[in-house]
């Protein structure tokens, strides 16, 4: 049975965008403040670990429109070089009711995501990560998800899109991993209690 981690950056008050769908606070824009490389690398070795990966179809918008050919824009650094091409090899699927046209090893899924997702997990393969507070919801709410990994940037947004649902029944954790990354972001891995 594969695991299922749903590891997204987050704000210190637990958004994954603020008002707007605004990303600006977790690619380093703003006073004082710039990607760090370790950090960038800790996501690259992440996707370069995924067997699969799960998106909604908000953030495989903003990561289908940028990463497919950010190695080949001028000035890319190496290791945007690498994360673009782990991230097109690595095998996606889109959950989207709309559907549409995909490529970089990807397939749409425009049925039932939790019933997807559920049959996914049951496959003898690798582990699998879900991005997309939507999917990754609906995920929560069925007791999917194996490992919740919080890359926590020291920013408050005041609003947007929470990292974690409404839930009908608690979930209980275990801390399997904290670490910390310069600039004051800290990692948090929690596994999921069965």
Avoid: C
């Amino acid at each position: 049975m594969r695991k299922l981690t749903f590891a997204m950056n987050a704000t210190l008050d637990g958004y994954i965008a603020a008002p707007g769908d605004d990303l600006g606070w977790s690619a380093g824009e703003g006073p004082d403040s710039s990607p760090d490389d370790e950090l960038f690398q800790w996501w690259s070795d992440r996707v370069g670990a995924t067997d699969l990966a799960l998106y909604g179809r908000k953030l495989w918008e903003v990561m289908s429109s940028h990463w497919p050919t950010a190695d080949q824009q001028p000035g890319a650094t190496p290791a945007e070089i690498e994360y673009a091409r782990r991230w097109r090899d690595m095998p996606k699927v889109v959950f989207s009711a709309t559907g549409g046209a995909v490529d970089w090893n990807t397939r749409w899924v425009t049925g039932d995501a939790v019933a997807e997702i559920t049959r996914l997990k049951a496959e003898d393969a690798g582990p699998m990560d879900i991005g997309g507070a939507t999917l990754a919801g609906a995920a929560m709410r069925a007791g999917l998800i194996d490992e919740y990994v919080l890359v926590t940037m020291p920013v408050l947004v005041g609003g947007g899109t929470p990292f974690f649902t409404a839930l009908d029944n608690w979930v209980n954790l275990t801390l399997a991993e904290t670490r910390t990354f310069p600039g004051g972001v800290v990692l948090t891995r929690y596994e999921t209690r069965r």
